[in-house]
């Protein structure tokens, strides 16, 4: 299968910054027993012009649906393409899924936060525990304007202070807050937040629709989905699944939306 590589050559000597080997699904570590499985998909930019938005999202939709037990989905982003008037379409779409959604604000959905609200339930910057130990912090970086944003610092510390006992954090954002990739944003004191807790597993990114792997920031781990709608990056639409042991193992790996290749996978 001729595949692309999951991240560009970064020259990072010097840094904190390392890029992570590719681990092969062979060699990944699944848990005998899984506590919590969830997805995490991104940039299916309902409504964009010229591209198939309803196969995309019907094809995801139908992938999720094969994975068995799990237990929730974050679309990381780029829900809609610009249009407010599309965000009210695109949640009747993920209503369609059979187990709860998440969802953080990107970019291309250039709505309020009053709005984003309104519509889906959920305010920009949110957080919840479940079955609980599992803290999950779902992180605003844009606004209306579309601009590339720093994290809120002070909502993201009060949670993670507030879920420092759980043992298990994940974060969910739309950009990446380091200028590593073409269209992070840098953003230093929030990777140092982030970092500074123990019990942060993960961090998960959309955004760069060809950017697929793991990057590491003080051995902490940062990873994307690709994407599984939009005009451009990687041919393989794609979608992240994590899963959590009951022995406290966790495993990421990356799974085509067309037939559930696994591309990469990750022992976090």
Known sequence: MNRRPFLHKLALAGTSL?????????????????????ITASDGHWGQPNTDFEGSHRAL???????????????????????PSLLPEVKKVYNQLQVPYYVCRGNHDRVSEE?????????????????????????????????????????????????????????FMHISQN??????????????????FPNVRATFHGHDHDVDGQMLYKKKPFLW????????????????????GEDGKVISYLKTVKDGTILNGHNL
């Open 18 to 38: 390392m890029t992570m080997p590719f681990i092969t699904y062979g060699k990944m570590d699944f848990p005998k027993a899984t506590r919590l499985k969830f």
């Open 61 to 83: 939709i139908e992938a999720i649906h094969r994975e068995k037990d799990v237990d929730f989905v974050v679309f990381n982003g780029d829900l809609i393409h610009d249009e």
């Open 115 to 171: 709005d984003f609200m309104q519509i889906m339930r959920q305010p920009s910057n949110y957080s919840f525990i479940e079955k609980e130990d599992f803290g999950v912090l779902l992180l605003d970086c844009s606004n209306e304007k579309g601009e590339y944003l720093c994290a809120d610092l002070e909502f993201s510390g009060l949670i993670l202070e507030e879920y420092a006992k759980l043992p298990h954090v994940f974060v």
């Open 179 to 196: 200028d590593w990739t073409r269209h992070g944003v840098d953003c230093k004191p929030f990777l140092d937040l982030v970092t500074s």
């Open 225 to 244: 989905s690709g994407h599984f709608g939009g005009s451009w990056g990687n041919p393989f639409p794609s979608y992240r699944v994590c899963e959590v």
